[in-house]
């Protein structure tokens, strides 16, 4: 059974970081594309970030480059979302999802319908 269980969210002041983690089981990790993404109230799920399962290049959201940085331990079956410089605005449920390499998807990479898998999601609130 493909699982995934975020964690590391929180409570930070402007300016600050975090760092997330996302713990996959079920499956090898550097088989599926892993995307990070995050929901504010009363918004639409957003993409930040993802990473390829076939090169392991990384995608970001124009609203997060130069301050999140994605990245995948394969031995620890561990996806990260390094997230510095954190603005009011980036506050969010966080997400992350894996695509399945066993479907076809003409989304763009970071959509949120090209993914099959979602975790629990993780609360980070950004204090101004």
């Known amino acids: 059974e493909v699982q995934l269980v975020e964690s590391g969210g929180g409570l930070v002041q402007a300016g600050g970081s975090l760092r997330l983690s996302c713990a996959a089981s079920?499956?090898?990790?550097?088989?599926?594309?892993i995307g990070w993404f995050r929901q504010a109230p009363g918004k639409e799920r957003e993409g930040v970030s993802c990473?390829?399962?076939?090169?392991?290049?990384?995608y970001y959201a124009d609203s997060v480059k130069g301050r999140f940085t994605i990245s995948r331990d394969n031995a620890k079956n561990t996806v990260y979302l390094q997230m510095n410089s954190l603005k009011p605005e980036d506050t969010a449920v966080y997400y992350c999802?894996?695509?399945?390499?066993?479907?076809?998807?003409?989304?763009?990479?970071?959509?949120?319908?090209?993914?099959?898998?979602w975790g629990q999601g993780t609360q980070v609130t950004v204090s101004s």
């Open positions: 990473i390829s399962s076939s090169d392991g290049n990384t």
């Open positions: 999802a894996a695509e399945s390499p066993f479907y076809f998807s003409d989304f763009p990479i970071l959509h949120p319908h090209r993914y099959h898998y």
């Open positions: 079920g499956f090898t990790l550097d088989d599926y594309t």
